[in-house]
Structures are given as structure tokens and as C-alpha cells.
């Protein structure tokens, strides 16, 4: 069963008390807000994103869940989430409802993509 990782920005959730019921691998600031790095098992995925996307705010936030080698991302808006993978050339329609929910372009590059290019 694979496992996945996604950041989390405190700034993009109603209630933190949903931190409680995840498995927070780490955190760290990030200006004013909080990163959260957690982990799920490929089984629960779903439930997870659910249960986050219920939690999350209005507006242009987003997190992503990727695996260990990027060869699968599922990218979470509130209302809505797609799965892909790494390569940028798969992410048009993506990109095309980032924007829709005006999360700013520059913000929507789905990195860190694998375990390997995380920084905390």
C-alpha cells in the first residue's frame, strides 16, 4: 500500500482541530502562515481529502497529496480535486480551475511533487 505526503497551510483551514485526527509527519513557518507535512495511506485517501476539503476555507486554496516517486498528485481545491502526476504538460486543466478560484499562477506548481524534494 503506498503512502502519500501533502503540506498543509494552517491559513487555508477553518479549524486547526482537524490536525488532531491526520498523522502530522512535521511543520514549519513559512513567513505567517504554518506548512504541515502529513501522510496518508493510498486507502484513505479519500476520506482524507473529504474531510479536509470540508475543513478548508473559501477561495483560491489548494493542497496536494503526491506519492513517493510523483508519479501520482492529486491536487485538492475545496469544491473540487484532480489527479495527475508530475509532469507539468498534464496540468492545463488544473491550472485552468486554479485560476477559475484565483489562486495566484505562480502558486500553482504542485511542488514538492516527491518525497525526495521536501524540505522539512
Known amino acids: 500500500m503506498q503512502e502519500f505526503h501533502a503540506i498543509l ?11 488532531n485526527n491526520l498523522t502530522v509527519l512535521s511543520e514549519a513557518p513559512a513567513g505567517s502562515w504554518t506548512l504541515y507535512k502529513i501522510i496518508e495511506k493510498e486507502d484513505k485517501l479519500i ?7 470540508s475543513q478548508m476555507l473559501d477561495g483560491p486554496w489548494y493542497f496536494h497529496f503526491y506519492n513517493s516517486d510523483g508519479s501520482k498528485v492529486i ?6 480535486f484532480f489527479v495527475t502526476d508530475n509532469n507539468p504538460i498534464n ?6 480551475y486554479g ?16 518525497f525526495q524534494d521536501e524540505e522539512f
Open 9 to 19: 497551510v494552517d491559513k487555508s483551514l477553518n479549524n486547526l482541530e482537524l490536525l
Open 47 to 53: 476520506e482524507t481529502i473529504k474531510t479536509i476539503q
Open 75 to 80: 491536487v485538492v481545491f475545496k469544491d473540487n
Open 91 to 96: 496540468w492545463s486543466e488544473i491550472l485552468a
Open 99 to 114: 485560476n477559475q478560484v484565483g489562486t495566484p499562477a505562480e502558486q500553482l506548481d504542485f511542488i514538492p511533487n516527491r
